[in-house]
């Protein structure tokens, strides 16, 4: 999902006509694919279904969609693709913090088997761009940051190294994320301990 539009892009650079359409295009997409890696996180408010491996005495189980909206289903097997799944109850066997995404097991799977906890929920960030620019302006805000910075970038985005007279200049430096982009993101980044 894009984390911001064409029209806010346009705005920022006084762009009044359609050329850079198509390379605006280009770099929002390319800059939120960045986003959500560097977050950890589905920004998308959609179905998800993920499987955890349960550690020995582990209870906590960091989802990658939040915050969550609704849990279709939880259910503990002691193989990945075992088909005989014991489904979990709310708040008997786990609870879940939904602003967090995360959820507390509340049983104990054996010593010797910890097994795995299959998870079908629905939940992330934003179910469209308009959605996600109100509810996370700052990390718009960095997205429009960025592309407009790639825009300027575009004809250089790797370090250029040229030797003129005995001189070598080393140019731009290479295309990476803002300092202060990345700053943003890290305030709203998945954290699993």
Same mark, same amino acid.
């Given at each position: 999902?894009?984390?911001?539009?064409?029209?806010?892009?346009?705005?920022?650079?006084?762009?009044?006509?359609?050329?850079?359409?198509? &390379?605006?295009?280009?770099?929002?997409?390319?800059?939120?694919?960045?986003?959500?890696?560097?977050? =950890?996180?589905?920004?998308?408010?959609?179905? %998800?279904?993920?499987? %955890? $491996?349960?550690?020995?005495?582990?209870?906590?189980?960091?989802?990658?969609?939040? +915050?969550?909206?609704?849990?279709?289903?939880?259910?503990?097997? #002691?193989?990945?693709?075992? /088909?005989?799944?014991?489904?979990?109850? #709310?708040? $008997?066997?786990?609870?879940?913090d939904a602003e967090a995404g995360?959820?507390?097991?509340?049983?104990? +799977?054996? +010593?010797?088997?910890?097994?795995?906890?299959?998870?079908?929920?629905? =939940? =992330?960030? #934003?179910?469209?761009?308009?959605?996600?620019?109100?509810? %996370?302006?700052?990390?718009?805000?960095?997205?429009?940051?960025?592309?407009?910075? $790639?825009?300027?970038?575009?004809?250089?985005?790797?370090?250029n190294i040229t030797t003129r007279? /005995?001189?070598?200049?080393? /140019?731009? +430096? $290479?295309?990476?994320? &803002?300092?202060g982009v990345r700053e943003v993101?890290?305030?709203?980044?998945?954290?699993?301990?």
């Amino acid at each position: 999902m894009d984390l911001t539009t064409k029209a806010r892009i346009k705005a920022l650079r006084g762009i009044t006509n359609t050329d850079s359409d198509d &390379l605006i295009d280009l770099l929002i997409a390319g800059v939120s694919a960045r986003f959500e890696a560097v977050l =950890g996180r589905h920004v998308l408010d959609d179905n %998800y279904t993920e499987t %955890y $491996e349960i550690v020995k005495a582990g209870k906590v189980i960091w989802l990658r969609a939040y +915050p969550v909206d609704s849990i279709d289903s939880i259910a503990y097997t #002691a193989e990945p693709n075992d /088909g005989t799944a014991s489904s979990l109850t #709310a708040d $008997e066997e786990y609870y879940l913090d939904a602003e967090a995404g995360i959820i507390r097991l509340r049983f104990s +799977p054996t +010593p010797y088997d910890p097994g795995y906890v299959k998870i079908t929920y629905n =939940g =992330g960030m #934003a179910p469209n761009v308009t959605a996600f620019i109100a509810n %996370y302006p700052e990390i718009a805000a960095a997205c429009d940051t960025q592309v407009t910075h $790639e825009m300027n970038r575009r004809n250089s985005p790797g370090s250029n190294i040229t030797t003129r007279d /005995g001189k070598t200049d080393f /140019g731009s +430096p $290479e295309l990476n994320l &803002l300092r202060g982009v990345r700053e943003v993101l890290g305030t709203f980044a998945r954290t699993v301990l």
